[in-house]
């Protein structure tokens, strides 16, 4: 077997995947009309995480489809969810690092899918780098594979060298640093195009073709050396590292003059041949020594051996050619069929997309807008038609119409249109429902204002704890403030905190309204005798056959015409919804990107620009009618005279009441229903925030772990002190010569640059964005003047979160061992300090 190298894999912490991911879908994806249940595909990306995560330690080819499953969850799934957002605090430790003797590592916590997949990726490509060095090279399929693996391994280290800095945007552990990524890629490279001389023997290819393969493996081993061997990235790797390459480089340079010798053999080149033996054997010796092991390619060097002794006892008896010095001959030619592959699109055989409900981000924004720009013009011209119809309806009140013409006969009975109105209050409740609903409000209120405060509480409480333990630590608390990182969580909570205040006042104008029209209404809730009872007596003059009462009569149908089409209009304009989410996704994969403001404002123009046009034709169609009814009107008052008295004012205070019951009605079930969808908005925003406190709460403890396993390395024992038992008594007669002692060695000293903190950081910033760019947030649109309060209270859809914030602070420094000897001449008994010296003072 070959002596090929692997990558170590970092290893991870166990996460609740389940409840956060939960949490951000129903937060962002479902709303009450349309749910989004991914409980299964959560549960099951949970499991394929677990599997993922531990059995790539088994290091089987098996392993590897496993972990690919997982990738491509994750390639898929950060393209329909905001990667910043999935607020779980994903822990990788450095793949390098061996820890120290407390147990720690060098760590990374970042709350991101993208840190998560950049972690998978990187073990995807360890793993492959583990399977191919286990490959047999005495296999065809066995060297295939370990061919492909390994090209596939430097292209995910290259692919992770130009993203990763700008995906994580922070420093990363010393794997993921780019000049490590790129070591790593090049030696794969190297490694693979080794494969490939092995293949060639294997398949016994021409020599000439051997020996160009293993002259660019020579080379791509020497560019390897040359990175790995820098000062900022040697002290990273395995200590056997660097040798075995720098020994591979040799054995690779020894094998291509092995193999030309053999071409110089059949060309009858005799010199040549020598020349290029004796430089094989000495290159095959070198690689020995530099590697330390002795059989690094051990058979070959054996046969370039053979073959000099032979071929220079044929020299000496036979040919008698000169040697030419090796410096003068032809280089060997090079051929490179190893090749750093790009990153597949999907990695596993057979992918299924748990999440293929979701539609990818740039989508769901796409079509949040849209939902937007249409909310506001069903508001907007709803209110229209509302505010038209209650102007209306105060002009007809005032007139006592259509009471006033509808008994003219001289009777003192109560109208029809007053005892259809009462009888309508009765059907929906009367005012026991509307006090009912009244009642109800400030518990609702309460609800949503308890959800907020508990939230401002997790938000404030979290920032104490950050200023507290900063105040503590100084400027050894390296991770970012809260203040930074909560920034967008505080301005929604205010934006919250205004629609709230916005319906208390919203509130207030229901209760108003409610104590102005409160007598009529309870009237109107009466039996009819009772209603009759009420109602002063009187005679309203009998001009039953006049024109002016015909006009009115005939105005009052025209009214009741247009109220019916209004609500027509209304219902049409609720109703109506048209599927944009076919129409973006096409132009995603047309165009690759979604405009939605052209797509949106052509479809909503198409879509509602009739329903618009009728709105406007049915509000020009009133004012009108309102001309005509004022003039029928004064004619039917002339006829009639003023003889009604307070029976006529009465009637008309019942016809105000009845319409303001009709909007009280309508305007608490919807302020119930803005309640209710708010107490929804605030549990899922109360969720995002406790997903935030304990992202947090974790970057804390572990922080504090390594601040405290740090102030505990800087800690020393004294030396220890002779003990008394050790001191005998004094003995007269002369002590023997002491055998000289050996010189004190030297306090070991930690190698430089190697750090051992634990890296924390809050939300990263998306790809591109600035630290003080948070993400577009939806501002509700204003009231519109004279609509009722609760069917324009603005409440938000749905709220982005801050991504981005500055990166944590550089590494921190290897604590020193203790200085100071320790006696050179331990008494009897007593333990000998390990190697090292003893180990910091854990306390």
Known sequence: MAELLSVPLKKPSEVDLVTPLKNLIQSRYSTADKPEDCADAINELAKLRNNAIWKV??????????????????????????????????????????????????????????????CILFNVAALQSAVAAGQSIENDDALKLAAKLFQQSSGIFNHLKSTVMLTIQQDPTPDLNPDVLGALSGLMLAQAQEIFVHKA??????????????????????????????????????????????????????????????????????????????????????AQQRSGKPSLFQELQHKAQRNLTEVKKDNDFIYHERIPDIKSVDPIGKAQ??????????????????????VPVAVHQALAAYDVRKTEIVNAEIGRLRESTTTLNGILASLNLPAAIEVMDGSSGLPP?????????????????????????????????????????????????????RQQFKERWTRTPSDKLNEMFRSNATKYRQIINNAVEADKVVREKFET?????QLLSQSPSELQAAVPQGSSGNVTNSS??????????EVETIKAERDAIESELKDTNFDMKSVFLSALAKDGAVSEPVLSVENLGQTYGPLQKQVKESVQKQEGLVERIQQAHSQFVQERGSTAGGRESKMCQLAAAHDAFRDLSNNLTEGTKFYNDLTQLLVAFQN????????????KEELLKDLTQESSRQATLPTPTQPSYHSGPEVKKEAPPRPPQPAQAPTPQAPPGVPYPVYVQGMPVPYGASTSTPYPSF????????????????????????????????????????????PQQPPSGYQQPPQGGYPPNPW
């Open 57 to 118: 330690f088994e290091k089987y080819e098996s392993s590897l489809e496993i972990i690919y499953g997982y990738y491509d969850q994750l390639v898929s799934l950060e393209t329909k969810i905001p990667a910043q957002e999935l607020q779980v605090p994903f822990k990788w430790k450095d793949a390098f690092d061996k820890g120290s003797i407390f147990g720690s590592r060098i760590s990374l916590t970042i709350p991101s899918l993208s840190y998560e997949k950049v």
């Open 337 to 358: 069929p190893a090749k750093v592959l790009p990153l597949p699109q999907h990695m596993s055989q057979n992918f299924n997309d748990l999440f293929s409900e979701l």
């Open 517 to 521: 029209h409160k007598a009529g209404i």
């Open 779 to 822: 501002v509700p649109p204003p009231m519109p003047q004279g609509y009722n309060p609760y069917g324009t209270m603005p409440y938000p859809s749905s709220y982005n979160y801050p991504g981005g914030f500055p990166a944590a602070p550089g590494y921190g420094q290897q604590q020193q061992p203790p200085p100071g000897g320790y």
């Open 548 to 557: 002016a009462v015909t006009a009115l009569r005939q105005l009052m149908e």
């Open 201 to 286: 023997i294997h398949d016994n290819m021409k020599d000439s073709i051997v020996a160009k393969l293993a002259s660019q493996c020579e080379d791509l081993y020497g560019e390897s050396l040359k990175v790995f061997q820098r000062e900022n990235l040697k002290h990273i790797w395995e200590k056997d590292w660097i040798p075995l390459i720098a020994g591979k480089q040799a054995a690779l340079h020894a094998v291509a003059e092995y193999y030309q010798s053999l071409v110089c053999r059949n060309s009858k080149l005799i010199g040549e041949e020598i020349a290029r033996l004796e430089q094989a054997v000495a290159l095959f010796q070198t």
């Open 417 to 469: 249109s007053i005892l259809e109105k009462a009888n309508a209050v009765s059907q929906l409740g009367g005012i026991q429902e509307l006090e009912k609903m009244i009642r109800e409000l400030p518990d609702a209120l309460k609800r949503n204002q308890d959800i907020l405060d508990e939230t401002d509480r997790m938000l404030n409480e979290e920032k104490q704890a950050d200023d507290s333990l």
């Open 688 to 699: 995002k925030v406790s997903d935030y406190c304990f992202a947090r709460k974790t970057e």
